[in-house]
C-alpha cells in the first residue's frame, strides 16, 4: 500500500538553527501538507501546497517558514531559525482529487533546545 | 471559517458495549467530513470519510458515522467496543472546492476491559 514518509523521524537542533523536514507524499497525489501537532494535543494545520505554489497557509506559518517541491517526489517544511516554541511533531500529508481524504506520514518530533 | 467541535476530551467505556464519540463542525458550504484515529507515537489513520450519498457510512475496524445536515453533527460510532480502540480521535472537515483539512482537538477514548 503507498505510503507518506517522513525523514528523520526525530531531529533535535538549538535555538536559532535552521531546520529541513523532508516528505515524500504519495507518487500520483497532487495536494500537498505540513501540520504540527504539540504534546499529542490538536492537530494545528500549517500549510497547504497545489500545482507548486501555497494555496493556503495558517497564521502560524509565518515568515519564519517556507515549503518547497525540489523535484518531483520531495515536498520539504524549512523552519529558518527555530524556536523554543516551534518543539512539535510535525506530519506531512498529500491526497488525490477532489472528495479524497488526506494521508499522513509518521511525523517528525522536533525539539529545539 | 470551517472549525470542528469535539465536545469529550475522554470517553470511556467497558470492552463489548457500544460507543459514541461526537463531532459537530461548522462550514460556509456543503462539507467533507472526516475521522482520523492515533496511536502513540503514531500519525494519523483514515476511519471513514462522508462526501456525499448515504448519511450513514461505514469504514475500517467496524467503525461508522452518520452525517446529520440539520443538527451539522458526524458522530462516530462501534457497535461493541475493542481494548484495542483505545487511542486517540479526530473528526476533520474541509469545504467542497477547499485546500485544507480542519481538525478537532481529539477525543480520548478508553475502553476497560
Known sequence: EPEVTQTPSHQVTQMGQEVILRCVPISNHLYFYWYRQILGQKVEFLVSFYNNEISEKSEIFDDQFSVERPDGSNFTLKIRSTKLEDSAMYFCASRGPVGSEAFFGQGTRLTVV | ?113
Do not use: M
Not at chain 2, 45 to 53: A, D, E, N, R, V
Not at chain 2, 60 to 76: D, I, M, P, R, V
Open chain 2, 1 to 113: 471559517a470551517q472549525s470542528v467541535a469535539q465536545p469529550e476530551d475522554q470517553v470511556n467505556v467497558a470492552e463489548g458495549n457500544p460507543l459514541t464519540v461526537k463531532c459537530t463542525y461548522s462550514v460556509s458550504g456543503n462539507p467533507y467530513l472526516f475521522w482520523y484515529v492515533q496511536y502513540p507515537n503514531r500519525g494519523l489513520q483514515f476511519l471513514l470519510k462522508y462526501i456525499t450519498g448515504d448519511n450513514l457510512v461505514k469504514g475500517s475496524y467496524g467503525f461508522e458515522a452518520e452525517f446529520n445536515k440539520s443538527q451539522t453533527s458526524f458522530h462516530l460510532k462501534k457497535p461493541s467496543a475493542l481494548v484495542s480502540d483505545s487511542a486517540l480521535y479526530f473528526c476533520a472537515v474541509r469545504e467542497t472546492g477547499g485546500f485544507k483539512t480542519i481538525f478537532g482537538a481529539g477525543t480520548r477514548l478508553f475502553v476497560k476491559a
